[in-house]
């Protein structure tokens, strides 16, 4: 064949291949979306110094406050030291991005739920769908995050570690030292992604001994879902990334401002399948929040619900429903166009279990079943469910843990202490 | 050689203009792609590759040295983004029984050729199918593939040579036939 012939040839097999027409202009909106973090041409120096100078200034501060996210002291016996009654939740230190939740909960199904506190490491069973509780603390230091990877196994990250726990044991394992995983998303016992107090995305396949940073195409992180092994989405107070080809490339979907005046504290997303997902995003404490959906894989977000007189407009998008005041967590999406989310009024120490069945164009709230004593200070709380059974857990300063069981959408609660 | 229009475009974009960086690179576009696609035989993953090479390209581009050439220092970076795309997703690829066309498909001679072809570059090594991507489907110098993989013109030339002489080896019944 000659010279000729092969160019021929060439392009007669690789020119079927085409990109689609608006792949340029998605390509360089993205690069568009990357640069407005540290690391544009012309600010790597400065970006790269100013990241090292805030190293330099946390590790001092951490030496000077003798470690703020070091194992706790233990007892000589090596037992949990026992807090007291009434700590403050811990103050993170600069660099820190990404908080504790004070109140935890994983469910496994309608019967098996952990429930826990982050600021004194308690951990609670239930079996029975929650008529009864069980403490099943065997770890220590300040709760992270808790996940169920099987029938029997549950991904806890503490202060002092990330464990395996057994529940058919009732038995704890350290899988690594490693105390800064604030958000899991494990897919079994040995391998998994996380997500860091300083808003870095680590995934590990050899449990937890190594993790390895993975770019998300945004930063800070405070949210990843896996939905499939190909398709995940990434949230952040810069906005939403996704990948569809298992983590390889991500791609940005929503971006959000850095303004002056404020910002995005918190983002969460919610997907029960590739299509169909919320996402909420916390504009600072008290401030309130934009409730987003989408139908098309995040292709397009929608701004349904807010807390409009609180956040800026960039942020409500014209975001047509109304949300109560209060500091918003937890969301956690039941169906395609369905989900809860917990409004908390902190200073009141209450709690509102708010619920959408129309893509959060409308939403209905009613107070937690939760007796306080008038201006309790609390943090938020965790709401989880699994088809009706909802558990609900709060941590209030002045009562201690609370814990809430409904089994029919939020009819009818039992309410208890662990 | 870079034009005095190309020298200003790259100022401003290295001093974090992104319309001027769009400017300079959205024309070689198409050629990322017809890289991306031939070396790895998926217009998605193609894409996929491209955007990220952009990013990458963003990211770095305080390496790249003034009076260069950006076309073949761009194309490095897609490149060096198919491999990273190949390597990341190893675990997804299944490795199946030859697998034979349609018999429709076999019965059209372009098809045929064009699979063919295909096929025989994937059994190539990588440094060999990008050479022949380079040399036969972006139709570049053997100067300018030096540049995309670091080695000297004459280097690069025989490189190719042998490269071919393997592609019409893997390729040789469908070539016979034609």
Request: hydrophobic share 40%.
């Amino acid at each position: 064949m000659e010279e000729r012939d092969l160019h021929q040839a060439f392009r007669t097999a690789f020119d079927v291949h085409r990109p689609r027409p608006d792949a340029p202009d998605r390509a360089f909106e993205r690069v568009a979306a990357g640069a407005s973090g540290a690391y544009g041409p012309g600010r790597r120096l400065a970006g790269a110094s100013a990241v090292g100078l805030a190293l330099l200034v946390v590790f001092t501060l951490l030496i000077v406050r003798g470690a703020a996210i070091a194992p706790p002291a233990s007892s000589p016996a090596g037992r949990p030291s026992i807090a007291p009654a009434t700590p403050p939740l811990p103050t993170p230190p600069p660099g820190v991005v990404n908080q504790p939740q004070p109140s935890l909960v994983a469910v496994l199904d309608e019967h098996v739920a952990l429930a826990g506190w982050s600021r004194d490491g308690e951990v609670e069973l239930t079996v029975d769908g929650g008529a009864t509780w069980k403490p099943v603390s065997g770890q220590q230091g300040q709760l992270f995050d808790l996940q169920w990877v099987d029938g029997d196994t549950a991904v806890v990250s503490t202060g002092t570690g990330l464990y395996l726990f057994t529940r058919s044991a009732s038995r704890w394992a350290r899988l690594t030292p490693r105390n800064d995983l604030v958000h899991l998303d494990f897919t079994d016992r040995s391998a998994g992604f996380a997500v860091t107090a300083a808003g870095d995305v680590v995934e590990t396949s050899d449990s937890g001994r190594t993790f390895a940073i993975r770019d998300v195409g945004l930063h800070p992180v405070t949210w990843l879902q896996w939905v499939s092994s190909t398709r995940a989405w990434a949230a952040g107070p810069k906005g939403i990334t996704m990948t569809r080809d298992g983590g390889a490339t991500w791609v940005s979907q929503l971006t959000l401002p850095v303004a002056p005046g404020g910002s995005v504290e918190h983002a969460q997303v919610g997907f029960r399948d590739e299509a169909n997902g919320f996402a909420m995003f916390d504009y600072g404490p008290g401030g309130g929040s934009v409730v987003y959906h989408t139908a098309d894989g995040g292709a397009t977000w929608t701004a349904e619900g807010c807390t409009c007189d609180a956040v800026p407009t960039w942020l409500s998008l014209g975001a047509a429903s109304m949300l109560p005041p209060g500091r918003h967590s937890d969301l956690v999406v039941t169906a395609p166009s369905s989900a809860l989310l917990v409004v908390n009024d902190p200073r009141a120490g209450t709690a509102s279990v708010c619920a959408t069945t129309d893509a959060g164009r409308e939403w209905s709230c009613s107070p937690a079943p939760f007796t306080t004593p008038p201006r309790t200070e609390s943090g938020p709380a965790a709401l989880a469910a699994r088809g009706p059974s909802w558990f609900l857990v709060h941590d209030v300063t002045t009562t201690g843990p609370l814990l809430a069981v409904s089994h029919d959408t939020g009819a009818t609660w039992t309410t208890g202490r662990p | 050689m870079v034009t005095a229009t190309t020298a200003e475009l790259l100022e401003r974009s290295l001093a974090g203009d992104r319309l001027a960086f769009e400017r300079l690179f959205r024309p070689l576009y198409d050629d990322g792609f017809r890289l991306a696609a031939a070396m790895l035989s998926d217009a998605s993953l193609a894409e996929d590759a491209v955007q990220e090479a952009l990013l990458k390209a963003w990211r770095k581009l305080y390496t790249f040295r003034t009076g260069e050439d950006v076309r073949p220092w761009f194309l490095t970076i897609v490149a060096n983004q198919c491999r990273s795309l190949r390597r990341a997703r190893w675990w997804s690829v299944q490795r199946l029984a030859e697998v034979e066309p349609p018999a429709r498909a076999r019965q059209d001679p372009a098809v045929a050729e064009r699979m063919d072809l295909e096929a025989a570059l994937r059994r190539l090594p990588r440094r060999a199918r990008l050479l022949l991507v380079l040399r036969y489907y972006l139709d570049m110098s053997f100067e300018d593939i030096g540049l995309v993989v670091g080695a000297s013109p004459a280097a690069v030339k025989s490189s190719t040579h042998r490269a071919l002489v393997r592609l019409r080896a893997e390729w040789g019944p469908a070539e016979a036939s034609n």
